[in-house]
């Protein structure tokens, strides 16, 4: 093919002074090309000064999150030929500081991921050499969907609560969070509640719905922030009800 | 013990003030706003008195009406926040939800003056 | 070696006028508003009603005014908006199973309609009959 594609690509770095904007590349507009591709080429051939984030590309591992055409994408799953004649706009990942050029800061999401104790929580003794735990298929369906996260902070770029109050945990942590709570092998849903209980946990989304539109992984955070709420309400209402606390 | 806090509960209030204003105030609009005022159901003024009166819908009416003034108050809140990015949140919270109690306390008065 | 602060984009007061999503979910929430005037509204009609027939005769002009029956269609178009999205968001926010098995949203958001059927039909028989 010898059609191309413009591709506008933000551009940043933190020792000039200008704030971000964007570059031109002509870039060759093959059929089976995502915008990934079409980065590794710029970075390739026409500007190797470009930095941006990838590994699997093939919608695995999370890294290359960006905002396309002011969309949060994975670069590895936008194929230039929907964007077709152009020009398409890649931007770095929306709501995040820009570290430079496509490249952004998470820290704020790995600080607030653990806080949601994303793993087994048990209080028994139990160890790998007294056996495996066992789990039916039904027992795995009931979190199965919410396991899929794979971290790609989509969902964060999406929601304007957490654009408006970096202070809000976010979708991911709150899905993260019930895929726990639900997993019959855990035991900790009392110490995530407390987390998320909190004014910045669940109680800042007011269910615009965007960050289960754009997750690749069909995760819907929306749905277990919802379902969060209500678990956070039926608990409140037995400690107004049951002061002298029967769990 | 579950940490007492009173979002959950504001919440409880705000889904239930949801639901009557989805299931219960269409019908309540499309005959007090529209059928009654404009002609097209006629009701019996001593029949609609008796029945605003009667003890079991002020009740009901009653806590209609504060679940409705807490969802309103509750999205409007967070509209605030969110769309004119205000930062006297605690403000805006003691402003949202003390309207919805002075209108809580109006509809407690009208209500028993019927 | 030194670092560098990273860059922090603004978010523009008119962020939800960039998406169509952004901007039915503003028109959502503001249907609260409307809501908050149907409450008015209707207090103001149950004070009517108690005052007497007379009065009751001159809050149905002023409901059947030109200018009223303007803004109720505009509340009551805000209030379809909210009965349609709450009615959509439900099955979503909520796991219901029935018998160890979960039932369908396509059911839960059929229900709430049936529900809004029967107790619109139920007031209709308190008020006419």
Redesign the interface.
């Known amino acids: 093919m010898d059609d191309n594609i413009t591709m506008r690509v933000t551009r940043w770095r933190p020792d000039k002074s200008s704030p971000p904007g964007p570059a031109e590349y002509e870039v060759p507009l093959r059929k089976e090309w995502t915008v990934l591709d079409g980065l590794n080429h710029i970075k390739d051939q026409l500007d190797q000064t470009l930095a941006f984030r990838w590994s699997c590309r093939m919608g695995i591992c999370g890294s290359c999150g960006m905002n396309v055409n002011g969309e949060p994408r994975l670069s590895c799953g936008a194929f230039l030929s929907d964007y077709a004649p152009g020009p398409v706009d890649v931007e770095p990942l929306a709501n995040f500081p820009i570290v430079r050029d496509l490249v952004i800061d998470m820290s704020d999401f790995m600080e607030k991921l653990p806080q949601v104790k994303p793993w087994i929580i048990r209080d028994d003794d139990v160890t790998a050499v007294d056996g495996e735990y066992l789990q039916t298929p039904e027992e795995l369906d009931a979190y199965k969907q919410f396991s899929m996260c794979i971290n790609c902070m989509l969902c964060y770029a999406a929601c304007p609560v957490y654009g408006l109050d970096p202070d809000f945990i976010g979708p991911a942590a709150i899905a993260l969070a019930e895929r726990y709570d639900l997993d019959s092998r855990d035991g900790g849903a009392r110490e995530r509640l407390d987390v998320l209980i909190e004014h910045e946990g669940v109680w800042g989304c007011t269910f615009v719905g965007e960050c289960t539109r754009v997750c690749p992984k069909h995760v819907d955070p929306a749905a277990a922030i919802q379902r969060y709420k209500v678990k956070a309400a039926t608990q409140s209402v037995k400690a107004f009800l049951l002061p002298r606390g029967r769990r | 013990?579950?940490?007492?806090?009173v979002?959950?509960?504001v919440?409880?209030m705000f889904?239930g003030?949801?639901?009557a204003?989805?299931?219960?105030?269409?019908?309540?609009?499309?005959?007090?706003?529209?059928a009654?005022?404009?002609?097209w159901?006629?009701?019996d003024?001593d029949?609609?008195?008796a029945?605003?009166?009667n003890p079991l819908t002020v009740l009901v009416?009653l806590g209609v009406?504060v679940v409705?003034?807490v969802?309103?108050?509750?999205?409007?809140r967070?509209?605030v926040?969110?769309?004119?990015?205000v930062k006297r949140k605690t403000l805006v919270a003691v402003l949202c939800y003390g309207a919805a109690a002075v209108?809580s306390f109006?509809?407690l008065r009208?209500?028993l003056?019927? | 070696m030194s670092t560098y602060a990273p860059y922090r984009r603004p978010l523009s007061t008119w962020w939800w006028l960039r998406k169509r999503s952004y901007f039915l979910f503003v028109m959502r929430e503001l249907s609260s508003i409307f809501v908050a005037w149907f409450v008015v509204f209707l207090l103001v009609m149950i004070t009517a009603v108690g005052r007497g027939r007379s009065s009751y005769e001159t809050f149905l002009d002023f409901a059947s005014s030109p200018a009223v029956v303007v803004i109720n269609v505009v509340a009551a178009a805000f209030l379809v908006l909210h009965v349609v999205t709450w009615f959509a968001l439900t099955p979503q926010a909520m796991v219901i199973q029935v018998g160890g098995r979960r039932v369908p949203g396509a059911a839960i958001l059929a229900s709430q309609y049936v529900g809004l059927a029967v107790v619109s039909a139920f007031v209709v028989w308190l008020v006419t009959r």
């Open positions: 013990m579950t940490k007492r806090r979002e959950p509960l919440w409880l889904s003030g949801g639901v204003a989805a299931v219960l105030l269409p019908v309540l609009v499309f005959l007090f706003a529209f009654v005022p404009l002609g159901v006629t009701v003024y029949h609609l008195r029945v605003t009166g009416l009406f409705l003034l969802h309103s108050a509750h999205r409007f967070y509209t926040y969110d769309g004119l990015q209108g109006v509809a009208v209500l003056s019927v």
